[in-house]
């Protein structure tokens, strides 16, 4: 599968929002994924809290990456198809993980509940991720 998906993760994120956010991989299993990321200004929207969007960005992160260690990636790519997100509660400072669980793993898409929480593992936000699995282009 596509676990060799972290054998260059350095090179594969270099640059990109994951990189941008300081995203980390805590856990990277086919059936549970958990990402940290730090608060900061940063991250922040103008009231001085977690932008909603960057939970987002978490949020469809981790199901991106669940979904790229449960393909092929030499001939299949994970690509965003939908999301949703409701925002429980808000966040000024520290970290949050995301926890990422598949609830269907098909051939041509994956739904991924993901649960945002603080370090006291209280919700900040929850969302499911729809990922269609799409042909490499050559």
């Not at 929207?45 to 092929?72: F, K």
């Amino acid at each position: 599968m596509g676990q060799d998906y972290f054998e260059n993760i350095d090179g594969r994120i270099s640059g990109t929002i994951i990189d941008h956010l300081n995203i980390e991989f805590i856990e990277t299993d086919p059936d549970r994924l958990v990402l940290k990321m730090p608060i900061t200004k940063a991250t922040h929207q103008p009231a001085g809290i977690l932008h909603g969007g960057v939970s987002v960005v978490l949020a469809e992160t981790a199901a991106s990456v669940g979904t790229a260690i449960n393909i092929d990636l030499s001939k299949k790519i994970p690509v965003g198809l939908e999301i949703n997100a409701n925002h429980v509660r808000s966040k000024q400072e520290g970290e949050v993980y995301a926890t990422a669980i598949p609830v269907h793993k098909g051939r041509t898409t994956m739904i991924w509940e993901i649960k945002i929480t603080d370090e006291q593992d209280k919700l900040i936000c929850t969302s499911r991720c729809t990922m269609a699995v799409i042909d490499k282009k050559e």
